[in-house]
């Protein structure tokens, strides 16, 4: 079973320059996230789709930040402009919730991230 | 934030059992605990998970205390391998990690 795909795996711009990352979840899984991973620090929850549809995206700086899942499938995270503090590993994960409540088991498969440094 | 306290770093010779701890001391009655681990430049792996019985699996055994508010994730015979940050989660539908514990297994 292949496993969560993203892409690129490094990338490197300057400030106010504007970036996007791709995510491929795992075949048929509903739920897909997009943490930030600041060096040093555990993954933070940027903001979680539940097929092609937002569940949270409280802790998502929605002024420059922003994500799409369009069909429900892969998704795309853009920052637009960047900034210093945007310098961070940005992961992808994905899960299929065993049911329909919120109660319900929920291992989530990580990819291997982008590291985005900016200069 | 995250909801639990872990000590930032363990050491464990090869071969040992490796016993982290973890405080949820606020953990609600409908809170799973999770346990995942991140080896350096990957993403992080899930190891197990538990409500209030103990369990085991083939990478981990994780013991719950009967009130909850504490648990224990054992590697039985670490490794090498096993050298990784080691996350304790407590999750009603979302994730919130924090720093973890950095465990090191020496030879």
């Known amino acids: 079973e292949a496993g969560v795909a993203q892409s690129p795996r490094y990338k490197i711009i300057e400030k106010r320059q504007s970036v996007a990352f791709w995510c491929n979840p795992i075949?048929?899984?509903?739920?897909l996230y997009w943490y930030q991973q600041i060096l040093g620090q555990g993954p933070k929850l940027l903001i979680q789709f539940q097929n092609n549809g937002v569940v949270d995206d409280s802790q998502l700086p929605k002024d420059r930040f922003s994500a799409e899942r369009l069909k429900g499938v892969d998704s795309t995270l853009k920052i637009q402009p960047a900034k210093l503090e945007d310098s961070a590993v940005y992961l992808c994960?994905?899960?299929?919730?065993?049911?329909?409540?919120?109660?319900?088991?929920?291992?989530?498969?990580f990819g291997p991230g982008t590291r985005l440094t900016v200069l | 934030d995250a909801k639990t306290t872990q000590p930032p770093s363990m050491d464990c010779a090869e071969g040992r059992a490796a016993n982290l701890p973890c405080n949820h001391s606020t953990i609600s009655g409908n809170e799973y605990v999770y346990w995942y681990r991140q080896i350096h430049s990957q993403g992080p792996q899930y190891i197990i998970h538990?409500?209030?019985n103990n369990e085991t699996n083939e990478m981990a055994s994780l013991i719950i205390t009967e009130d909850r508010k504490s648990s224990t994730l054992i590697l039985p015979h670490a490794t090498l391998r096993d050298t990784a940050v080691y996350y304790c989660?407590?999750?009603?539908?979302?994730?919130?990690f924090g720093a973890g514990t950095r465990l090191t297994v020496k030879p």
């Open positions: 989660i407590v999750s009603y539908h979302d994730m919130r």
């Open positions: 075949s048929g899984h509903a739920t």
């Open positions: 994960a994905s899960s299929s919730p065993s049911g329909l409540s919120t109660l319900s088991y929920n291992e989530q498969f």
């Open positions: 538990g409500l209030k």
